[in-house]
C-alpha cells in the first residue's frame, strides 16, 4: 500500500479507506454464511441487540425526565418557579406575571398538570440595544445584547426557566409549549408588558416569538355585580359598552347628555375595578385568564412572519423603547389626539 494511514501514532490500527471497504467486504460475506449455519445463534445475537436498543431508549427517556427537574438546580434557579408536573413540553404553559402577589394567586389557581408560574419582581431591565452596524459587526451587535440582558438577574431567572439558554440558544431546548405574559390590566402592567416583549424581541429569543410560542393574558380589569349575578369585563371601553348593552335606555356615544347618563348608569351597578391579579381570589383567576375554555389570549406575532423581514415593528420599538429621547417625543406629539383612555 503507497500511502497507510493509521488511527494514532502506535499504528495499532489501520484506518485507510480503501482497506476498510475490503475488510467490510469480506467480514460480512463470512459473518453472512455463518449466520446462516448457525441460526440459534443469530437468534441470540439479535435479541441482544434488541434488549441494548430498548435499554438506550429507557436510559434516553429518564435522562429527559431528570433533565426538568435536575436542570434548574444546576442553573441556580431561585425556588419562586411552580413548575408543572408534565415531563415534556407538549401541552405546557409557563405564566409569567408580576410579584409575589399575584404569583401566590395564580399558583393556587392553576392546574399543576400543565401549568407553570414564574414570578418576577418589579419592572425588568430595558434590554433595547440599537443595532450596531455603524460601530461594528452583528457578532459585536449579538454580545452586546446578551450582555445587557445578562446583567439582570430576572432576565437570567427567565432564560433558565425557558430552558433554551442565552449564547448557547437552541429553542428546541425550549421547556414549555406556551409562555404567557401575565401583567396586570393596568398602566404598570402595561409597562412590564412591554418591557418583556422588548427583551423577547431580541435575538436570538425572537425565533421563539416566530415558532408562535408567545402570548399575552388578558386579564379583566372590572367585575362588574347586578343581581348577584357578576360579569368580568377587561377594559374601560368594554365597561362602557356593556353599560349600554344592560341598560333600558339607549343613547349614542357622544351625544349631550352621554356622561351624565353613564355615570346614573354606574351608580347602579356594583363595579369592582381590580388593582392586580394578587387581588383576584384564586378561582376568579381560573375562570376569567387561566382556564383554556374561558380564557381570551393574544398571539405575538410579527406583522411579515419574521423579525428580519418585520421593519415597521422594529422602526416603532426603536422608537418607543429607544434611547433617542426625540423620535419618541415626536411619536407621542403625532399620537397625542388618537388616545381615547389615558390612565395616569
Known sequence: MPDPKFSSQTKDKLVSSEIRLIVESIINDKVSTWF?????????VLEKITQAAVARDVARKARDSVRRKGSFELSGLPGKLADCQIQKREGTELFIV???SAGGSAKQGRVR???AVLPLRGKILNT??????????????QNKALAKMMSSNEIVTLINALGTGSK????ENLRYD?????????????????LLLTFFNNSPFNQLIENGHLYLAQPPLFKVTKANKSVYIKDEKSLEDHILKISDKKIKKGSPGF????????EKLSIQRFKGLGEMNPE???????????????????SKGTKEKSKEDQKIIKILMGDEVAPRKEFITNKALDVANLDI
Open 284 to 302: 376568579e383567576l381560573w375562570q376569567t385568564t387561566l382556564n383554556p375554555e374561558n380564557r381570551t389570549m393574544l398571539k405575538v406575532q410579527y
Open 113 to 115: 398538570e400543565f401549568q
Open 98 to 100: 408580576e410579584g409575589d
Open 128 to 141: 433595547f440595544v440599537s443595532n450596531a452596524k455603524k460601530n461594528g459587526s452583528e457578532n459585536e451587535y
Open 36 to 44: 446462516d449455519q448457525n441460526p440459534s445463534v443469530a437468534k441470540n
Open 259 to 266: 356622561e351624565k347618563f353613564m355615570q346614573e348608569q354606574r
Open 178 to 194: 406556551k409562555i404567557v405574559i401575565m401583567t396586570d390590566a393596568d398602566v404598570d402592567g402595561s409597562h412590564i408588558r412591554t
Open 168 to 171: 448557547d440558544f437552541n429553542v
